[in-house]
């Protein structure tokens, strides 16, 4: 995976993704071993490319990972009112999903079996109805969430109303004209006071709740208020008291059905991913092609994906490998495209498992390897002394030894190994170097392995045209003026 980049596709796919557990699911894509599964995965996003490019597309899956709310709401933890705002958002979500499911059965066959969980939303239509009708969309509680409330909430502006009305009296009044640093009034931890200059304060009677930083304003609070000041921070007190209860009561309800909410959120989550995989491939113009278990590759105008994502026009080419092909031998020029098609093998084999389509002709077909070996690129590790030569001959060796506890050709009729070797035994004595590439792809070709690789080695191509289940390739260059 790491030769050949993988994490850098999966990260192309996870910016496609609308929510950040689809992205985080899509940045570790699980990878299936079973033909089944892997075609009911590619269905699912072909399933979504129609849905997508249709007159009514899904929903935008775009929700808050809520996971650690519900587990905090089963603890007895008190949700805020914006962490519960993130559930009813989840909640809608879910329950808009589950509609746009049911009209557009006739177009969903796979993906009805994905969100089919979602049908639990008709359970959770009343926990969905609570919070909205406490909570508003920007998070915070509505002075209706209850009958208590609207009367302490009633009580309290009716006070700050008459608080007012005696502020502003004070303020154009001439006892205060020479006092007033200021013609206004302001709050200091939750009581109203006027800005009184400094060496004025003893003018006016009260309580002094806080100075500038020039000290040369006291922010006073006036004897004559300090009554009301007294109510309206009790009506404050009490209207908070309800709201924590409010808050309490509608946890409780959340709790009572976190287990439906987080497979909810579970069913979203994997539907952004399908739709992640669709937006893909729609960009890269990918197409589903047919998959099987019998080691045939025939791939037509395949193209590199990370090339894709890099630049607008990108050389495709053929790769025909049949069920008695084992092993494809790809010579040709320095940087013309030898390394880059045998990563295009690889590519192709994890997106199969992963359900993505591939950017190549829609009538291609992959094989399923559930095994990838891949030998690219200089591996020369100073730090464990390994020169380029024993690097490759380190890896060949690990190769041979897992593939040794594998069945032989005799015994396995269909390749599940797809092995990659870019220019094998080099750094060497050429004569020496080819030999044994020779007995390498001799012996995995005996175990019945899938091998693509490249060479300039002329023993290598002479062994492919003279040796059953061999087969020569090559890339060149287009040198038209065109090109």
Request: charged share 25%.
């Given at each position: 995976?790491?030769?050949?980049e993988?994490?850098r596709?999966l ?9 950040a557990?689809g ?14 599964e892997?075609?009911l995965?590619q269905?699912?996003t072909?399933?979504?490319?129609r ?10 899956l775009s929700?808050?990972?809520?996971r650690?709310?519900?587990i ?13 705002r993130?559930c009813?958002?989840?909640?809608a979500l879910?329950a ?5 499911a049911e009209s557009?059965?006739g ?13 639990i939303?008709?359970t959770?239509?009343g926990v ?5 009708g406490a909570?508003?969309s ?6 209706t969430?209850s009958?208590e409330?609207r ?6 502006q ?9 502020l ?5 009044s ?10 206004y009034?302001a ?12 060496d004025m304060?003893?003018?006016i009677?009260?309580?002094v ?8 304003t ?5 004897r004559?208020l300090?009554e009301?000041?007294n109510?309206?921070k009790v009506?404050d007190?009490e209207?908070?008291r ?7 009561e509608?946890?409780t309800?959340?709790a009572?059905?976190a287990?439906?909410?987080e ?5 979203l989550a994997e539907c952004d991913v399908i ?5 893909m491939?729609?960009?890269?113009k ?6 099987n278990?019998d080691?045939?590759?025939?791939l037509?105008?395949a ?6 994502i890099?630049k607008?026009?990108v050389?495709?080419?053929?790769i025909?490998m ?8 790809i010579?040709g020029p ?12 690889g ?5 199969v ?5 591939l ?5 291609s ?5 559930t ?10 590790d100073l ?22 506890a594998?069945?032989t050709?005799?015994?396995?009729s269909?390749p599940c190994?797809?092995v990659?070797?870019?220019e094998p035994?080099?750094s060497?004595?050429p ?6 590439a020779?007995?390498l ?9 899938k ?7 002329g ?11 061999f087969m020569n390739a090559?890339v060149?260059f287009?040198?038209?003026p065109?090109?």
């Amino acid at each position: 995976m790491q030769v050949l980049e993988w994490s850098r596709v999966l990260e192309f796919l996870a910016q496609h993704a609308q929510s950040a557990m689809g992205g985080v699911q899509c940045r570790s894509l699980i990878l299936s071993s079973d033909l089944a599964e892997a075609c009911l995965r590619q269905q699912e996003t072909t399933e979504m490319v129609r849905l997508l490019e249709g007159s009514d597309p899904m929903p935008a899956l775009s929700f808050p990972d809520i996971r650690e709310e519900l587990i905090r709401s089963g603890k007895g933890g008190t949700l805020e009112a914006g962490e519960l705002r993130d559930c009813a958002v989840v909640l809608a979500l879910m329950a808009d999903v589950e509609r746009y499911a049911e009209s557009h059965q006739g177009k969903m066959q796979v993906l009805a079996r994905v969100l089919e969980p979602l049908h639990i939303t008709k359970t959770l239509k009343g926990v969905l109805k609570a919070i909205e009708g406490a909570i508003q969309s920007d998070g915070s509680m509505k002075d209706t969430a209850s009958p208590e409330l609207r009367r302490l909430t009633h009580q309290a502006q009716g006070l700050k109303q008459e608080m007012r009305q005696q502020l502003e009296q004070m303020l154009h009044s001439k006892r205060y004209e020479d006092v007033l640093q200021e013609s206004y009034f302001a709050q200091r931890e939750g009581r109203y006071v006027v800005p009184v200059k400094a060496d004025m304060r003893g003018r006016i009677p009260g309580i002094v709740h806080d100075v500038s930083s020039s000290g040369a304003t006291v922010f006073l609070e006036p004897r004559e208020l300090v009554e009301l000041n007294n109510s309206i921070k009790v009506a404050d007190l009490e209207i908070e008291r309800e709201v924590q209860r409010i808050l309490r009561e509608l946890t409780t309800v959340v709790a009572s059905k976190a287990a439906e909410i987080e497979q909810g959120i579970e069913v979203l989550a994997e539907c952004d991913v399908i739709r992640a995989k669709a937006e893909m491939s729609r960009r890269l113009k990918c197409h589903p092609v047919l998959l099987n278990e019998d080691g045939r590759v025939m791939l037509t105008q395949a193209r590199h994906p990370l090339l894709l994502i890099a630049k607008d026009h990108v050389v495709a080419n053929d790769i025909l490998m049949d069920e008695n092909v084992r092993v494809l031998v790809i010579s040709g020029p320095n940087t013309g495209g030898k390394t880059v098609t045998l990563k295009i093998v690889g590519l192709f084999a994890l997106m199969v498992r992963a359900g993505l389509h591939l950017p190549c002709a829609p009538e291609s077909e992959m094989a399923l390897f559930t095994d990838l070996y891949a030998d690219i690129g200089d591996a020369q590790d100073l730090t464990r002394d390994l020169s380029s030569y024993s690097a490759h001959m380190t890896s060949m060796i690990r190769l041979l030894s897992e593939s040794a506890a594998q069945p032989t050709s005799s015994e396995r009729s269909t390749p599940c190994s797809l092995v990659l070797l870019d220019e094998p035994v080099t750094s060497t004595d050429p004569q020496e170097g080819a030999a044994l590439a020779e007995a390498l792809l001799c012996r995995l070709a005996e175990l019945n392995m899938k091998v693509v690789v490249t060479t300039h080695y002329g023993a290598l191509k002479e062994l492919a045209q003279t040796t059953s289940g061999f087969m020569n390739a090559s890339v060149e260059f287009d040198v038209s003026p065109s090109a």
